[in-house]
């Protein structure tokens, strides 16, 4: 089976000693094209450093990586970034927007870098903000922007491109709940489209959304939860897939 990302025993430590933290200790992961996955879980137990390592921001001091058939874990850094701009969007609990970019120049930017025309990814960008209601705002900067438009602009931004991987870390961690159901709505789309998701959430509801939710605790994923299809609650149902201890 030819799967979108496959991650085996991935493996970082951060610090020195008796300082060292275990951030990610023996993480396997496997995603079909099209599924979506939500990682959860309390602060601290991996989850951001986990999407970091398969977006090539950290590399893993052990284990592979492998995103759309390739072994991508030990690219030179100019590799990584030039796979990164065309196979993966990535939405940062910190929105990381350009201070010196409008809101339609931030989301039209990735799709350009990657090789869309101008016009497409103008069209793009114009119609991801209007979905997610902030369309009024595309001639700003982001500094004159709320917490929850920045939110959903990174959100945009990140789907601009049309990445094989999309990656979110606390997608709706600023959103009030209309707004949450707006990115649920959208992120819903686009994975009925065949999108490709890993989402880092502390949200039920958010993890909800996706086919399988994996808990993580101390660096591993410790519970597995399905969707039940036709539920009419949408129900979990939950498996352990390694031993919680």
């Known amino acids: 089976m030819r799967f979108t990302l496959l991650a085996r025993d ?14 990610v200790r023996g993480v396997d992961l496997a995603l079909a094209p099209g599924e979506f996955v939500a990682l959860t879980g309390p602060s601290g137990c991996g989850k951001s450093t986990l999407l970091h390592l398969i977006a ?9 990586i492998e995103i759309g058939g390739e072994r ?3 690219l030179s850094e ?17 929105f990381n927007l350009v201070d010196t970019l409008t809101v339609q120049e931030n989301v039209e930017l990735p799709a350009i870098v990657a090789g869309t025309r101008p016009r497409v990814a103008r069209q793009r960008a114009r119609a991801l903000l209007a979905r997610l209601g902030v369309e009024n705002r595309a001639a700003e900067l982001p500094s004159r922007l ?8 990174a959100i945009a931004r990140a789907l601009a491109a049309e990445p094989l991987l999309l990656l979110a870390d606390e997608p709706t961690g600023s959103l ?19 999108q490709t998701i ?3 959430t502390h949200d039920q509801r958010v993890a909800s959304a996706a086919d399988r939710v994996l808990q993580m605790r101390d660096g591993r994923i410790v519970e597995e939860a399905v969707l039940v299809p036709g539920s009419a609650s949408s129900t979990l149902e939950r498996l352990w897939r390694v031993d919680p201890r």
């Open 78 to 94: 100019r590799a990584w970034a030039l796979r990164r701009r065309r196979t993966i969007g990535f939405v940062f609990q910190f």
């Open 146 to 153: 709320s917490g929850g438009e920045q939110q959903r602009v």
């Open 176 to 194: 009030d709940s209309a707004a949450t159901s707006v990115v649920l709505g959208l992120l819903r789309e686009v994975h009925a489209r065949g």
């Open 56 to 64: 090539g921001f950290e590399r893993p001091d052990r284990g592979t």
């Open 72 to 74: 991508v874990d030990r």
């Open 10 to 23: 991935l493996h970082k430590r951060f610090g020195e000693g008796a300082a060292a933290v275990e951030a």
């Open 198 to 200: 890993v989402l880092a």
